[in-house]
């Protein structure tokens, strides 16, 4: 795999976590159905593993970026797969609207586990390493790369807000019924 196909494969699946995070907030903003403690926690994996991504298109596919990766995608797996554990009893309830017939977090562990299917798969093509020898900065090229290193670095930062409007700087409501600070504002008022 040339190291050009290689920025093109990071460009796309920045644009998958991308698309995670998007339709996460378009639930959020739209039904109105704030994210848990747990859910916050998976956004924090998917945006991890969007740091990895980016350092790819920033610097070159590296082992360590993919590592780095492998790492995101393991723990947001492990907070999803805890989440669905605790809502697999009978009787237990569950948190969100179902989509596709499975609920959000169900569909982040399967987006984990992709997550750490693909990664691993790059990691077997050493020849995406070849002209690697720098470790400056060389964001040139590809359109596709730069919109979606964009894309994922303003949801990244729509989920810091977003949660800090949510939970303020304390502990997190679980569960959600409205943004903290929003509320706080409104009753000094």
């Keep these: 795999m040339t190291p050009e196909l290689s920025r093109t494969l990071n460009a796309i699946s920045m644009l998958a ?3 995670v995070l998007l339709l996460a907030f378009v639930y959020q903003l739209a039904l109105y159905e704030l994210p848990c403690p747990l859910c916050l926690l998976q956004r924090v994996g998917f945006v991890a593993v969007g740091v990895g991504l980016g350092l790819n298109l920033l610097y070159g596919a590296r082992p360590r970026h993919y590592a780095l990766m492998l790492i ?3 723990y947001g797996g492990s907070v999803s797969v805890r989440q669905i554990l605790l809502h697999i009893v009978p009787g237990t309830g569950h948190y969100g609207s179902p989509v596709l017939g499975l609920h959000y977090y ?3 562990a399967i987006c984990f586990f992709l997550i750490l299917l693909g990664t691993a798969v790059m990691l077997l093509f050493d020849r995406q390493y070849a002209d690697d020898t ?3 900065p060389r964001f040139g ?3 596709l790369a730069k919109v979606a290193f ?3 670095l303003g949801l990244a930062v729509l989920n810091v807000g977003s949660t800090l409007l949510e939970c303020g700087p304390g502990i997190c409501a679980d ?4 943004y903290k600070v929003i509320d706080e ?3 000094n008022n």
């Design 72 to 74: 995101a995608a393991l």
């Design 106 to 108: 169900t569909w982040a």
């Design 185 to 187: 504002l409104g009753s």
């Design 150 to 152: 964009f894309i994922m």
């Design 134 to 136: 720098s470790d400056q």
């Design 17 to 19: 976590v991308s698309l």
């Design 175 to 178: 569960p959600p019924t409205s």
């Design 141 to 143: 090229g590809s359109t």
